[in-house]
T-cell receptor, first 116, second 113 residues
Framework: DGGITQSPKYLFRKEGQNVTLSCEQN?????MYWYRQDPGQGLRLIYY???????QKGDIAEGYSVSREKKESFPLTVTSAQKNPTAFYLC???????????????FGQGTRLTVV | QQQVKQSPQSLIVQKGGISIINCAYE??????FPWYQQFPGKGPALLIA?????SEKKEGRFTISFNKSAKQFSLHIMDSQPGDSATYFC????????????FGKGTKLSVIP
């Protein structure tokens, strides 16, 4: 079945540590996204990528980094510079195009990151 | 950047009632308006969407109403069921040709028996 796989489901980070969240898709989608979800804040865009080897900052990119070396993969690193990383992180992808193609986002099941 | 304003923030409806969630947007150059449904601990999933050249779209108990002149679209859930309890998000592209989706802040719906 086609879809998006995020791992791990739960992740614990110590102060000052970098952690990487995995996101893989087999939908052959060009665009991939990372969102952060906090209670009452909706979904806030961290980074997005439209094609391999290219990515753009979203609204809250500070303290995060990404790479897009393969079409299928878009890992997110939460660096020690992110002072409040505890949140639910969601990866998504869309096809290239207009209308339904680039507004029907497919989401992974999320990674819950907690600072300990 | 596109702003998408969603209301209410939370909604409690009795089983069998009608749930109504509203969304207002700014940019008129959009060609598709989706609603997403998210259950606790899961990622959102597309529920229903509408093109701006129609005023209403119905899929089962879910209906989108679109008011182009007012720049608003709303989600109506008829005969609401406890299984509909979830968080609902509207979304719009952040600009013409943009791949970014801007989401509303979400509405937490609770359907009580």
């Amino acid at each position: 079945d086609g879809g998006i796989t995020q791992s791990p489901k739960y992740l614990f980070r110590k102060e000052g540590q970098n952690v990487t969240l995995s996101c893989e898709q087999n939908l052959n989608h060009d665009a991939m996204y990372w969102y952060r979800q906090d209670p009452g804040q909706g979904l806030r865009l961290i980074y997005y990528s439209q094609i391999v080897n290219d990515f753009q900052k979203g609204d809250i990119a500070e303290g995060y980094s990404v790479s897009r070396e393969k079409k299928e993969s878009f890992p997110l690193t939460v660096t020690s510079a992110q002072k409040n990383p505890t949140a639910f992180y969601l990866c998504a992808s869309t096809a290239r195009g207009t209308g339904r193609l680039n507004t029907e986002a497919f989401f992974g099941q999320g990674t819950r990151l907690t600072v300990v | 950047q596109q702003q998408v304003k969603q209301s209410p923030q939370s909604l409690i409806v009795q089983k069998g009632g009608i749930s109504i969630i509203n969304c207002a947007y700014e940019n008129t150059a959009f060609d598709y308006f989706p609603w997403y449904q998210q259950f606790p601990g899961k990622g959102p999933a597309l529920l229903i969407a509408i093109r701006p050249d129609v005023s209403e779209k119905k899929e089962g108990r879910f209906t989108i109403s679109f008011n182009k002149s007012a720049k608003q679209f709303s989600l109506h859930i008829m005969d609401s069921q406890p299984g509909d309890s979830a968080t609902y998000f509207c979304a719009a592209p952040s600009g013409a040709g943009s791949y970014q989706l801007t989401f509303g802040k979400g509405t937490k719906l609770s359907v009580i028996p």
